[in-house]
Structure formats: structure tokens, C-alpha cells
């Protein structure tokens, strides 16, 4: 398995931003402060601001302690942020972390970590498998060429996917994880769309699992 591209990798910490500014201090001070500090590039203006609809900072650049520039957007809501990166969700945390931190020190807010309620995580790649995800058993080939067969329509093809999800009923609990053609490229690129809400490094350890263990293929980079 070759890994493509990370589309998303978000982190999404829970809790209330009032909690972390409990003496109800102006916010718009740190506004400013995160677009001067992360260079972000997209930004509502100050009369456009809806601290419940969640504000949206785009396009920003940050430092890793590696060294690397990334583009990271962040969005606030009332009970938390997110932070999105193209590289790992461990960078997202990063970012997260730089932020909260430095913002907190400099405004005199509550450290984040005494009101951190939860984690969780969104990863969407593209990679690219050996033979196509049919290949889990051989009889799903006929049955795929079956179904297209079947269907009034000339000269189309499926190709399967596969999805993973909790019980919809149970509340506060859907989650799905899906492995499927990507879509916008033709099936010869074998090419995979899966989203996972798990971290960067531990959802292509199961896409890798997944291969080795039902399409036989080897570890790969």
C-alpha cells in the first residue's frame, strides 16, 4: 500500500471556551492575535463574528517542532476547536497545543488542560492498494460484474467499497470507517478514498492491516 495524499487530518478538542475565559474577558484581542501570529489568510471581519456558529481561520502557516511549515486552519466553536493539517493529526495536536498554550499565557486564561474534556479525531487519505478491495474473496468479482450486467445501462462498471459503522441508533455514536474508490479517478489507478475518525499514523496502520490480512499483499511504503 502506497499512501497518496492526507486530505484531512483533524483534531477536535472539547470544551467550553467560556470556561476557559471564565471572567468573561473580550475575545477580540486574541482574534487578532492568532491572525498576526499564524499569518492566516482567510478571516471574518470583526462585525461578522458568531461565537455560535463557530469562527473559521484559514489558510494559516505553523512551525512544527521539526521544523516544518504547514498550512493549518482552525475553527472555534462554543465547546471547542479543530485544528486541520494536510500532514498527520499528530501536527493538528501540535498546532492545538502551540496555540492554546501560547494565547493562554499571553491572556491570562485558565490552562486548557484542567478543562480538556475529550479528544477526537477525523483522517481522510487517498492511497493506493495493490488489487482492488473485490480481491477479499473470489467470488465477488462475478458477482460485481453480475450486478453490472443486471443494471439498464451500457458500458458501466462498479467497483466495491466497504463500510464500517456503530449502531446509528445509539446516541451520540455514529461513526463510520470506509474504504472505496476514490471518486474523480478511473478505477485502472486503483486508487482508495478512506475516512476514519481515528488519528493519521493509526488509521494507515489499519488500512495496511487491511490489506496484508484479506488482499495478501505485502507491507509497502
Known amino acids: 500500500m502506497k499512501l497518496l495524499t492526507v486530505i484531512i487530518a483533524r483534531s477536535i478538542w472539547l470544551f467550553p471556551i467560556a470556561d476557559w475565559n471564565p471572567r468573561g474577558r473580550s475575545m477580540i484581542p486574541v482574534f487578532f492575535s492568532l491572525v498576526e ?10 462585525n461578522e463574528i458568531d461565537w455560535q456558529k463557530g469562527i473559521k481561520f484559514e489558510d494559516g502557516t505553523f512551525t512544527t517542532n521539526a521544523g516544518e511549515n504547514l498550512t493549518v486552519t482552525l475553527t472555534v466553536y462554543p465547546d471547542g476547536v479543530t485544528a486541520d493539517t494536510r500532514s498527520s493529526t499528530q501536527d493538528s495536536d501540535e498546532f492545538l497545543n502551540s496555540a492554546l498554550n501560547v494565547l493562554g499565557d499571553d491572556f491570562h486564561y485558565v490552562p486548557y488542560e484542567t478543562i480538556l474534556r475529550k479528544k477526537v479525531y477525523l483522517s481522510e487519505l487517498h492511497v493506493r492498494m495493490e488489487q482492488p478491495i473485490s480481491g477479499i474473496h473470489r467470488g465477488l468479482e462475478r458477482f460485481i460484474h453480475e450486478v453490472s450486467t443486471t443494471l ?11 463500510t464500517f459503522a456503530t449502531d446509528s441508533t445509539h446516541p451520540g455514536t455514529q461513526l463510520q470507517f470506509r474504504i472505496e474508490p476514490a471518486a474523480g ?5 486503483n486508487r482508495i478514498y478512506s475516512h476514519a475518525p481515528v488519528q493519521t499514523d493509526i488509521h494507515l496502520g489499519l488500512l495496511q492491516k487491511f490489506e496484508t ?4 499483499s505485502s507491507p509497502s511504503n
Open 37 to 46: 501570529r499564524y499569518k492566516f489568510i482567510k478571516y471574518p471581519s470583526i
Open 152 to 162: 439498464p445501462y451500457e458500458n458501466v462498471s462498479f467497483r466495491m467499497g466497504i
Open 185 to 189: 479517478f478511473p478505477f485502472s489507478e
Open 213 to 216: 490480512g484479506f488482499l495478501g
